[in-house]
């Protein structure tokens, strides 16, 4: 009767230890899909920070095409368009992000940024109006500004820039756009304002500082303002401002700041001897 019952025993025994084996495999196979998971997010990380664009471009291409519902693989093929310039390809990868199923909010806004990119403004205020009211960003609020301004409206231009201006940590960029915005209306002491705002905020920001020489010329202010400035920066705003000196009719004015940027500047500024040797032969 032993022997009997031996065999069962032995089957049971046998596939309770399969059972524990594909356990064991299943377990295995879970954690390489963790891990692969993880490495995968950290090299898409990389591709879309540091790597180069187009080389970027290529492992998105080639991520998409093996995985074509994934959109995270076609966000960061079109996140790497956009840094590698090539801004029509940008637009049209975008415009497939937005259709896809888990599209959000804010991938609006990236398909509205590279229209604007490749110069299709009429498309990108369709797509921002598109986008729900409460999904309220600061990059939102600035490409709202910057349409306000190609359509010339300059009260709905201040109001979105003054709302991005809130939103963000890093106001000098919107400030220096929000300022040029005033500059082309011919509002010069609003731009001064502005541009005088975003070197406060940001003292490396040349065009700001330029930008600004800019609006004090328009006003007949030919003074440089007391801004952080290294010796060829000052060489250089000198330069925009003999320019705008010149093209306020100040002729004289305009030789006399191009010689101060010509001993100003630590090497030799060629733009300005150009200039003043034109002016000098006119």
Known sequence: MRQVFLIPACLVCAIA???????????????????????????????????????????????????????????????????????????????????????????????????????????????????????????????????????????????????????????????????????TRGDYSGAERLFGDAIRQDSTLFTAKNNLILARGAQRKYSLPVIPMSQSERAQLLHTMALSAVKQGDVETGKGLLREAINTHPQHFEEAVRSLRALEAG
């Not at 970027?56 to 076609?74: E, G, H, L, N, T």
Request: with cysteine.
């Open 17 to 183: 230890l399969s059972a524990c084996t594909e356990d064991a495999d299943a377990t295995v196979e879970r954690a390489f899909q963790d891990v692969n998971v993880v490495d995968e997010t950290n090299l898409n990380d990389v591709m879309l920070t540091v790597a180069d664009p187009n080389e970027a471009v290529d492992y998105f291409s080639q991520a998409a095409k093996s995985a074509p519902d994934r959109i995270d693989f076609q966000r960061g093929l079109s996140t790497s368009l956009v840094r590698a310039k090539r801004n029509t390809e940008a637009a049209s990868a975008w415009g497939k992000v937005v259709e896809m199923e888990g599209a959000l909010p804010e991938d609006e806004v990236h398909y509205a940024d590279a229209l604007i990119r490749s110069g299709d403004w009429d498309k990108a205020e369709s797509v921002l109006d598109a986008v729900v009211p409460t999904h309220e960003t600061f990059k939102r609020y600035r490409l709202e500004a910057m349409v306000s301004d190609a359509n010339e409206e300059w009260s709905n231009a201040d109001s979105f820039y003054e709302t991005a201006v809130g939103l963000t940590t890093r106001p000098a960029g919107v400030m220096n756009n929000w300022g040029y915005s005033k500059l």
